[in-house]
C-alpha cells in the first residue's frame, strides 16, 4: 500500500496529467502540455517502484493478498466487466466509420489464419487502405476469431485480468 507520506505526491502527478490533457493541451501551450504528460504519467507509473527501500522486503501483510473479500471482490468485478462488456458490444456493432482499428485488425487476423497477406490493401475500408498494426497488436485477438466470437471480448479479459492483478497486488 502507498504510505500516506505518498499521497501529496501522487495527487500532483495526477493533477499534473489531466490538466496537460485537458487545460493546457486545449488553451496553452501542446509541446508543454505533451511534455508534462509524460513526465507525470512516467512518475506515477514509477511510484510504486520507489515506495519501498532498495533490498528490502515486503513486511507481513503486505505483498500478494489472499483472502475470502479479495476472492469475492474480484468475482464481483469480473461478473460486472463481463455484463456490462457484454451489453456494450451488443450495442455498438464492429464498424469501421465509426472506430476503425479492431475492424482493421479482425481483417489482418483473419488473413494470417488464412495464409494471406495480411499487409495488403483492404478494399473495404476507406476505398483501400494499408494496415498499419504491428503483429503483437493483432495476434492477441487470435483466439477470438478462432471461436467466432466478437474480438472485443479479449479486451474484457484484459481488462478483467489487469483489474484482479491491481486487487491482487494492490498499490
Request: glycine share 10%.
Amino acid at each position: 500500500m502507498f504510505k500516506p507520506s505518498w499521497y501529496p505526491l501522487l495527487l500532483l502527478l495526477v493533477v499534473l496529467e489531466v490538466i496537460s490533457q485537458t487545460y493546457l493541451a486545449a488553451f496553452g501551450n501542446k509541446d508543454l502540455a505533451a511534455i508534462t504528460y509524460l513526465l507525470a504519467g512516467i512518475g506515477i507509473g514509477l511510484l510504486p517502484v520507489l515506495k519501498r527501500e532498495a533490498g528490502k522486503l515486503a513486511p507481513q501483510g503486505e505483498g500478494l493478498r489472499s483472502n475470502r473479500w479479495t476472492t469475492i471482490a474480484f468475482g464481483l468485478l469480473v461478473a460486472g466487466i463481463g455484463y456490462f462488456g457484454i451489453q456494450a458490444i451488443k450495442a455498438q456493432p464492429l464498424d469501421y466509420t465509426f472506430a476503425d482499428m479492431l475492424p482493421i485488425i479482425q481483417i489482418m487476423g483473419e488473413r494470417w489464419l488464412a495464409g494471406e497477406e495480411v499487409y495488403a490493401v483492404i478494399p473495404e475500408i476507406w476505398d483501400g487502405m494499408q494496415p498499419i498494426y504491428l503483429p503483437v497488436m493483432w495476434l492477441s485477438y487470435i483466439p477470438a476469431i478462432l471461436a467466432g466470437v466478437d474480438i472485443r471480448i479479449i479486451n474484457l479479459f484484459f481488462i478483467a485480468l489487469a483489474s484482479g492483478a491491481a486487487l491482487q497486488f494492490g498499490c
